[in-house]
């Protein structure tokens, strides 16, 4: 495998396709300048010197928003989609979580999907966390709710089938604590501080060189 690249598709956008960089047994990258919106589709393919493909993967539904960063994980398949003889540990396909990065008390959205190889085998999903609240902690599509103090939490996903065997993805979220001090205007407490080339764009920062389309939130310079 010689590399892998990731190419995100929305309706009515031109698709953006970015190399990534390999980190010990994965692969990532940060896309940067992409058009906002709730249906972004990226598309992971691993090729070879040739250019051949090796691998595909897909994540679907995928949320995007100015100032916001999404994390998406993918898992790489074969291009063929092919029964296990033996039992097999279902596997996590796609996760994604918007925002990655949010203030104490609200909520992100979280969606993953997996795949099993035996046939017959029902998957259940599982979501863990040491704090917060999952709006329903069996299901692929779901939010997570803060809690009430700043952290960094590390989010977990469970696909587990009916023969006992599983596989996991964690996934870390940052927890804004909620500051007293700072103007953000309106008498509002300052969630996130913005300065130098960055500017508030609701409860987040973005390039000054950008323009924000999101109404007031608690980001203050």
Same mark, same amino acid.
């Given at each position: 495998m ?35 919106g ?25 949320i ?49 999907t ?34 009430? %103090? &700043? ?5 977990? $996903?469970?696909? @587990?089938?009916t023969?006992?065997?599983? =596989?996991? !993805? /964690? ?14 205007? %309106? &008498? ?5 501080h $913005?300065?130098? @080339? ?5 409860? =987040?920062? !973005? /390039? ?14």
């Open positions: 010689a590399k892998i690249q990731v190419t995100v598709n929305a309706p009515g956008e031109e698709a953006v396709t970015k190399d990534l960089t390999r980190s010990s047994s994965q692969w990532t990258g940060t896309l940067t300048g992409l058009a906002e709730t249906d972004r589709t990226f598309d992971a393919v691993a090729l070879d010197a040739g250019g051949a493909r090796l691998y595909t993967g897909r994540a679907a539904g995928v995007l928003a100015d100032g916001e960063d999404t994390l998406v994980f993918i898992t790489l398949d074969e291009l063929t989609a092919s029964t296990a003889s033996q039992p097999e540990a279902p596997i996590l396909t796609s996760l994604t979580a918007h925002p990655a990065e949010v203030r104490a008390g609200s909520t992100v959205t979280l969606r993953a997996a795949r099993d190889r035996n046939p017959g085998d029902t998957i259940r999903l599982e979501w863990t966390a040491p704090g917060g609240a999952f709006s329903s902690p069996t299901n692929g599509d779901i939010t997570w709710t803060a809690p009430s %103090s &700043g952290t960094t939490l590390l989010l977990g $996903c469970t696909a @587990s089938d023969q006992g065997m599983g =596989s996991s !993805i /964690s996934i870390p979220i940052e927890v804004r604590a909620v500051s007293n001090t700072g103007n953000s205007g %309106s &008498g509002r407490v300052c969630c996130k $913005c300065g130098g @080339s960055s500017k508030p764009c609701g409860d =987040s920062c !973005i /390039s000054s060189s950008y323009k924000c389309t999101k109404p007031a939130g608690c980001a203050c310079y």
